[in-house]
Nanobody, 126 residues
Framework: QVQLVESGGGLVQAGASLRLSCAAS????????MAWFRQAPGKEREFVAT????????YYADSVKGRFTISRDNAKNTVALQMNSLKPEDTAVYYC???????????????????WGQGTQVTVSS
């Protein structure tokens, strides 16, 4: 059974940092781009960041560029999202996702990702 499991969410104050982790099991995603998306109440799912299969290329939404960093450890089948200088508008459920097609990069549409975690809540208070 293929699973992506996110962890690391929580309630923090504005300006704080959080590190989200996503652990994959059931198969290797070493040939797939991985991404983070988020969804706030009443809003559509939004692209946050993606990293290619090797970790050599990353791509961020303008809203998080310079504050968030995506990384991966293929040996451990994990991907992380380091979030610094958090703002109240970053409040959302954050989802980890794996690309449907091998060896892609810089894809920002949720429709291009075939595997999803259950999400982890991030709440930033002002």
């Amino acid at each position: 059974q293929v699973q992506l499991v996110e962890s690391g969410g929580g309630l923090v104050q504005a300006g704080a940092s959080l590190r989200l982790s996503c652990a994959a099991s059931g198969r290797s995603f070493n040939d797939r781009a991985m991404a983070w998306f988020r969804q706030a109440p009443g809003k559509e799912r939004e692209f946050v960041a993606t990293i290619n299969w090797s970790g050599s290329s990353t791509y961020y939404a303008d809203s998080v560029k310079g504050r968030f960093t995506i990384s991966r450890d293929n040996a451990k089948n994990t991907v992380a999202l380091q979030m610094n200088s958090l703002k109240p508008e970053d409040t959302a459920v954050y989802y980890c996702a794996a690309d449907a097609v091998p060896y892609q990069s810089r894809r920002s549409s949720w429709k291009e990702y075939a595997y999803w975690g259950q999400g982890t809540q991030v709440t930033v208070s002002s």
